[in-house]
């Protein structure tokens, strides 16, 4: 019922800063909680973020807490993930995932729509 398209990737040095962005199209409600995931070489897709479309509740990895931000902007149906200080272990193909009626939970199987994903590599 959503469609979900990342953009905003890029080679970054370590300590850097980028912002991906994800635009939401299709059935968009108040009841969508929006998250990133990410996926490095030979490891599994982690939860990074996760945001609820009402109220605008967050969560985070600890890995990334107070260096990246989630957000969204209702009026463009976009999530942002604002990445700061950024590290070499943050090299990965970043996701964007959506459900509805959710909680902001981390688990990828609890999010059935998914981006294509955008390529985020920190050199260090």
């Known amino acids: 019922q959503v469609q979900l398209v990342e953009s905003g990737g890029a080679l970054v040095q370590a300590g850097g800063s980028l912002r991906l962005s994800c635009v939401a199209s299709g059935r968009t409600t108040s009841s969508l909680v929006m998250g990133w995931f990410r996926q490095a070489p030979g490891k599994e897709r982690e939860f990074v973020a996760a945001i609820t479309w009402a109220g605008g509740r967050t969560n985070y990895v600890d890995s990334v807490k107070g260096r990246f931000t989630i957000s969204r902007e209702i009026a463009k149906n976009t999530v942002y993930l604002q990445m700061n200080s950024l590290k070499g272990e943050d090299t990965a193909v970043y996701y964007c995932?959506?459900?509805?009626?959710?909680?902001?939970?981390?688990?990828?199987?609890?999010?059935?729509?998914w981006g294509q994903g955008t390529q985020v590599t920190v050199s260090s």
């Open positions: 995932a959506a459900r509805y009626w959710g909680y902001l939970t981390t688990n990828r199987s609890d999010y059935p729509y």
